[in-house]
Nanobody
Framework: QVQLVESGGGLVQAGGSLRLSCAAS?????IGWFRQAPGKEREFVAA????????YYAYSVEGRFTISRDNAKNTVNLQMNSLKPEDTAVYYCAATRYPGSTGNTRLYNIWGQGTQVTVSS
């Protein structure tokens, strides 16, 4: 089974940027990024299909975050700009066999361990 490992989290001031990476141990189809803040449910952030030709974003991050993938390296990146304190959360990448870019958490069956993103005000 494919394994996913996130990296790139850290502490940044509001308005700053971070780039998260999701490295897969093998070929994946569609990848999504999700986040979970303390005391809140896990929520969808962004997704990309296998070719990179279809992307989908949560309203809260659209225009600030960009998801991309490099299939030659089996990696998916999440570029996060104009970060806000409310973006603070543990960020997870997940894989699904669903061919499109979807925000449906139930369709994702492989999850990484997460990486912490903290945005200070």
């Amino acid at each position: 089974q494919v394994q996913l490992v996130e990296s790139g989290g850290g502490l940044v001031q509001a308005g700053g940027s971070l780039r998260l990476s999701c490295a897969a141990s093998g070929r994946t189809i569609s990848i999504g990024w999700f986040r979970q803040a303390p005391g809140k449910e896990r929520e969808f952030v962004a997704a990309i299909n296998w070719s990179g030709g279809s992307t989908y974003y949560a309203y809260s991050v659209e225009g600030r975050f960009t998801i991309s993938r490099d299939n030659a390296k089996n990696t998916v990146n999440l570029q996060m700009n104009s970060l806000k304190p409310e973006d603070t959360a543990v960020y997870y990448c997940a894989a699904t066999r669903y061919p499109g870019s979807t925000g449906n958490t139930r369709l994702y069956n492989i999850w990484g361990q997460g990486t912490q993103v903290t945005v200070s005000s």
